[in-house]
Nanobody, 124 residues
Framework: QVQLVESGGGLVQAGGSLRLSCAVS????????MGWFRQAPGKEREFVAA????????NYADSVKGRFTISRDSAKNTVYLQMNSLKPEDTAVYYC?????????????????WGQGTQVTVSS
C-alpha cells in the first residue's frame, strides 16, 4: 500500500501563489509516476499535472501550463505542485495521486492511490 498526505492548501487572492506538498510512504517512491488532480464543486475530477518516475518528464493540463510546476524530491519522498498566478477558477480540492505504471498519464483511472485532498480557494 501507498499512503499519500497532501498539505499546503489554503485561501489566496487572485494572482497569488501556493505550494502544495504530498508526502508519500509505504512503498518505494521512485516506482511511481506522481500526479495532481483537482475537483471543483459540481464538476468532474480533472487532471492538473504529472511527473515521471525519475522526474525527467512532466505533463500539464492546458489550463495550468506556464503557471504551475510539478516536481519531486526523492530524498524526501515528496511531490510538489508550485502554483503561481492563481485564478478564481483554480479553486478546487487538489488530490495527489500515484500511478504504478510507466507512462505519465492524464486519466484518473490509471492512478492507483489517492490522497485525501487539500482545499485551494482563490478569491477575486
Amino acid at each position: 500500500q501507498v499512503q499519500l498526505v497532501e498539505s499546503g492548501g489554503g485561501l489566496v487572492q487572485a494572482g497569488g501563489s501556493l505550494r502544495l506538498s504530498c508526502a508519500v510512504s509505504g512503498r518505494t517512491f521512485s516506482r511511481y509516476v506522481m500526479g495532481w488532480f483537482r475537483q471543483a464543486p459540481g464538476k468532474e475530477r480533472e487532471f492538473v499535472a504529472a511527473i515521471s518516475r525519475n522526474g525527467g518528464s512532466t505533463n500539464y493540463a492546458d489550463s495550468v501550463k506556464g503557471r504551475f510546476t510539478i516536481s519531486r524530491d526523492s530524498a524526501k519522498n515528496t511531490v510538489y505542485l508550485q502554483m503561481n498566478s492563481l485564478k478564481p477558477e483554480d479553486t478546487a480540492v487538489y488530490y495527489c495521486t500515484a500511478n504504478g505504471g510507466l507512462a505519465v498519464t492524464t486519466a484518473p483511472s490509471t492512478y492507483n492511490y489517492w490522497g485525501q485532498g487539500t482545499q485551494v480557494t482563490v478569491s477575486s
